[in-house]
């Protein structure tokens, strides 16, 4: 993970945008409790901070020590130096893991398995992120020709999966769509400036050309494109994915023909628990039954055959007394 940001960590936490409240009514909403969750390369805490209101305990990290030192500092918050692939928490300890404007810097491959082993069962990874500010259509072409034309050579590789909202990052959850939502501010041209300074791109250039993108013919344009207006509306289109952590079905296998699913339809016999077990359990799953049995042969399936979920849907409307095991795999 880069630490582009440590040197402008007071510029940070002045000048960068939060996220809405729907976005934390959202993540309460679908967190199963609310006990401890984990704020993961928090910056400055703006995350952590809103998750204090609801969550009794949460722990931030990050790798810039310079950002934690502009943190948020809240009783139940507790801050410490550490990357997103090495976290040093035990087995099981969050209900909600969190990653804003963040997780294109990580390591996938090493970050999924930590936030798995973390995670508590029916636990919340919600990863969001903010696009380019849109004000007005003056000012928003300044703005893109500054992101593009002027910047575009000196933004990390990483910096395409927030210009694709983070549809090109690789999720190997089950989803919770997130819904659509801004962050709108009242901002002056002066703000504007302090926030274009944050960018990783214009530090980039300044070190690589020893000039600044935002120098005296760069406000220009930006004043005249802004008018008179002392203030503007600034909005930040925010996106992201949430999965839940849970049973992902692995696939299916015949266990035969039984009376059992007339019971279970009846109602005289409790559903089959989900057990939680490594690296795999096997459960009972009885689909609708009709009123009469279906026989084997029937069927043409030998107990123990292995199936595909669309092979499911057929072997319901076909044959509904069947009864199958249902593989599930712990896991995201």
């Not at 909600?96 to 636990?123: C, I, M, N, S």
């Not at 919340?124 to 575009?152: E, F, K, M, P, S």
């Not at 203030?231 to 009376?259: H, M, Q, S, Y």
């Amino acid at each position: 993970m880069k630490d582009n940001f440590s040197h402008r960590a007071a510029d940070y936490a002045r000048f960068r945008p939060g996220y809405p409240a729907a976005l934390f009514d959202f993540l309460f909403a679908h967190s199963k409790n609310l006990d401890c969750a984990w704020d993961c390369a928090t910056g400055n805490g703006q995350i952590a901070a809103a998750l204090a209101a609801r969550f009794r305990q949460v722990e931030a990290t990050d790798i810039s020590e310079n950002q934690l030192k502009n943190a948020v500092q809240l009783p139940n918050i507790r801050y410490r130096p550490g990357t997103a692939e090495e976290p040093l928490f035990p087995e099981k300890t969050f209900d909600l893991v969190t990653v804003g404007q963040a997780v294109h810097w990580f390591d996938f491959e090493k970050f999924y398995p930590e936030v798995r082993r973390v995670l508590k069962p029916g636990g919340v990874l919600a990863l969001v992120g903010y696009g380019l500010l849109n004000i007005d259509d003056a000012t928003d072409a300044v703005l893109g020709h500054l992101y593009r034309a002027v910047l575009g050579n000196y933004w990390d590789p990483e910096r395409r999966h927030i210009d694709a909202a983070l549809a090109s990052i690789p999720f190997p959850f089950r989803e919770i769509p997130l819904p659509e939502m801004s962050m709108e501010y009242a901002w002056t041209p002066e703000h504007l400036l302090g926030y274009l300074s944050t960018w990783s791109a214009v530090s980039h250039f300044e070190k690589q050309t020893g000039a600044s993108p935002l120098g005296t013919a760069f406000v220009e344009r930006l004043r005249t494109a802004w008018g008179a207006a002392p203030v503007k509306t600034v909005r930040f289109p925010i996106f992201g994915t949430c999965r839940l952590l849970g049973w992902r079905v692995a696939g299916w296998r015949v266990a035969g023909w039984t009376r059992a699913t007339l019971a279970h339809q009846r109602g005289r016999l409790p559903s089959p628990p989900l057990l939680p077990k490594r690296p795999h359990i096997q459960i009972l799953h009885l689909l609708p039954c009709p009123g009469r049995f279906a026989q084997k042969s029937q069927a043409g399936l030998d107990a123990g055959v292995l199936l595909k979920t669309p092979d499911i849907d057929v072997l319901a409307q076909r044959f509904p007394a069947v009864v199958l095991q249902q593989l599930l795999y712990d896991g995201l």
